[in-house]
């Protein structure tokens, strides 16, 4: 593995050639979707097919898969990407860990949650006391927030349940309908696509945690922060202009990810379904995102908001200790990041069209 410096270094010097034959830096963006479904394509592909990087940032971007959020944050961290968007319980203990990161923005809403089949005969958090927990992995997020949820009931998130890494699609429905699992630590378009295998809608069971604000976000390395304010000021607005960009015309972003990754678009479903299921899925996941945060600015809580968040994760047992949300966020990049005209940039993606090729 690349040491910090090295990686870093790395992702300065890669550079990659335009369509008007300028050269641009390439960076590296860390996402926690393994199979980089259709659910990321707004910060897996849109934002480069439709220009916002090079836009707003001067760079082409390159996308690195990990095996979720505590994965993506640790490549950030070593230097091996750039920055990378993920759950704040993930990007909160990362930051802990490692000084040298900082969260830079904050999403309005939480979009995890402890779910059943809408069938299921469980209906409170502590039914679930001697049942299995389904979840994406143990390095995910959605694990993370799952065991929070069992803490806040009152159960032993280690002895009170039991926890089963089965992925976010085929594997996940498969294991809820053959009982193997009896609810999923998850969130929303993982479960839109359990959705749509299993031909039933999942019932998220209630818990205090569920109305959390700035559930996540976007976190850097501190050197990059100071060293190339530009720049990452330039990537978070591309970030969340991509959110919005693909909130206005979800068709063609859709249509641009199968174009870049042809491996995510269903080989044994009809075209027309494929599509539907695939905006449903996308939809899923914009529901909570292309909204602004306090002050009509996107990508923005304040840090008393997410103190709160931070010290309820605390208190369900998730934290090891007291994350202060002072010195692990900055907002130095607010109004640059997410202080933009959304209605002029809904009324661009409309008449947007995925490139050829």
């Given amino acids: 593995m690349l040491s910090r ?8 010097l890669a550079l990659c050639m335009t369509a008007s034959g300028a050269e641009l830096p390439t960076i590296v963006f860390a996402t926690s979707d393994p199979a980089i479904s259709v659910s990321s394509a707004p910060y897996t592909s ?23 959020a505590t994965a993506a944050a640790q490549a950030v961290s070593s230097g091996n990407a750039f920055y990378n968007w993920g759950g704040m319980s993930s990007l909160i203990v990362a930051a802990q860990k490692d000084p040298s990161l900082v969260i830079i923005s904050a999403d309005p809403t939480n979009n995890f949650r402890v779910s059943v089949p809408a069938a299921s005969a469980i209906h409170d958090v502590k039914e679930l006391k001697g049942k299995t927990i389904g979840t994406q992995s143990f390095g995910s997020a959605a694990y993370l927030y799952g065991r929070a949820v069992i803490a806040k009931a009152g159960l032993d998130p280690q002895t009170d349940v039991k926890w089963l890494p089965i992925g976010v699609g085929a594997q996940a429905a498969s294991a809820l309908r053959s009982g193997a699992v009896q609810a999923y630590a998850g969130y929303d378009s993982p479960n839109a696509v359990i959705e749509i295998l299993l031909h039933e809608k999942l019932r998220d069971l209630d818990s205090p945690l569920n109305s959390m ?32 960009f693909a909130n206005a015309n979800p068709k063609a972003t859709v249509l641009n990810h199968w174009r870049v990754y042809p491996d995510q678009k269903p080989s044994n479903v009809a075209d027309d379904q494929a599509l539907a299921d695939a905006i449903t899925m996308l939809k899923k996941r914009l529901s909570g995102l292309a909204i602004p945060g306090v002050d009509g600015v996107y990508g923005y809580e304040p840090t008393e908001a997410l103190q709160t968040t931070a ?21 130095r990049f607010k109004d640059q990041c997410g202080k933009f005209d959304g209605a002029a940039l809904e009324n661009e993606a409309k008449t947007w069209e995925p490139p050829h090729g």
Avoid at 5 to 12: D, E, I, N, Q, T
Avoid at 47 to 55: H, M, P, T
Avoid at 60 to 67: D, E, F, G, P
Avoid at 218 to 244: H, N, T, W
């Fill in 5 to 12: 410096s090295a990686g870093a270094m790395a992702l300065l």
């Fill in 46 to 68: 849109l934002q480069e097919s439709a220009g916002l990087v090079r836009r707003d940032a001067k760079v082409t971007l390159k996308v690195q898969a990990t095996a979720g």
């Fill in 213 to 244: 604000v700035g559930m996540s976000g976007i976190v850097i390395r501190r050197d990059s922060m100071e060293k190339q304010p530009e720049l990452v000021g330039g990537l978070c607005r591309a970030f969340y202009q991509a959110i919005v």
């Fill in 311 to 331: 010290d309820l994760l605390l208190e369900a047992g998730l934290l090891q200790k007291r994350a202060d949300m002072a010195s692990l966020t900055d907002h």
